[in-house]
């Protein structure tokens, strides 16, 4: 009698131990599980700006960040499959790696990409008749520099982008006369770049207001 009370009391403090540790490791899964999809959260705005920048730009991926890419999908759909995050630690910190390649990636292709119109447009925007307009398109063109990406934003920019097209054909320009923008507008024009075809254009044009000099003091 006395021994099936101990065996008793034994099964009870086993089947304790067990529920304890289905509750560990049922805490445990929740915290792999919460690193998986606080991770994806994270991750999710880049992917989706790559997908558009792929589409609307042909942006590619350099191959060490596309190898990011490719374990971070994988890894996501192992977890979807297998209903729960398997040690998501390294899913975090390669999430955290692509998200910060991709945004200097895009970064420095878009400024290769709208360089030469993003310039030009300094440049006119110091002469053009309506300079609001100029800056607009400079302004709406700029926010698609930084990620993440949206379809809103590239459809402005699609829209900021052949309105810049139409002003820079409007101000049709010399080299001469292009120089010498670029000159007012990096502070480094002079005197002697007034010449007499740089003075005529800015009577035609009806900008002297807009046109002025200083004097630098070179005193060290």
């Known amino acids: 009698m006395l021994h099936e009370k101990i065996m ?56 060490n960040t596309a190898d990011l890419l490719k374990y971070v999908i994988d890894y996501s759909k192992k977890t979807f499959a297998e209903s729960k995050a398997i040690n998501p630690t390294p899913f975090k910190q390669r999430a955290e790696l692509f998200i910060d390649a991709i945004g200097q990636e895009w970064t420095a292709f878009y400024k290769t990409k709208n360089n030469e119109l993003i310039n030009g447009l300094n ?67 002079t005197i002697n770049d007034l010449t007499p075809s740089i003075l005529e254009w800015i009577k035609t044009e009806n900008i002297s207001d807009k046109v002025s000099l200083s004097i630098r003091n070179t005193i060290l």
């Open 123 to 189: 440049t006119i925007v110091l002469v053009h008749p309506t300079p609001s307009i100029v800056k607009n398109c400079i302004n709406t063109i700029n926010k698609c520099e930084k990620l993440p990406l949206f379809q809103e934003t590239i459809e402005a920019y699609d829209e900021a982008k052949n309105n810049a097209d139409v002003l820079m054909k409007e101000m049709r320009f010399d080299d001469e006369i292009k120089d010498f923008l670029i000159k007012v507008r990096d502070k480094k024009a």
């Open 8 to 63: 008793s009391i034994v099964g009870l403090i086993e089947e304790v131990e067990d529920n304890r540790q289905q509750e560990n490791e049922n805490v445990n899964m929740a915290k792999r599980n919460s690193i998986f999809f606080d991770a994806l959260a994270k991750i999710t705005p880049s992917i989706r700006s790559y997908i558009l920048a792929k589409k609307y730009f042909g942006f590619t991926l350099q191959p």
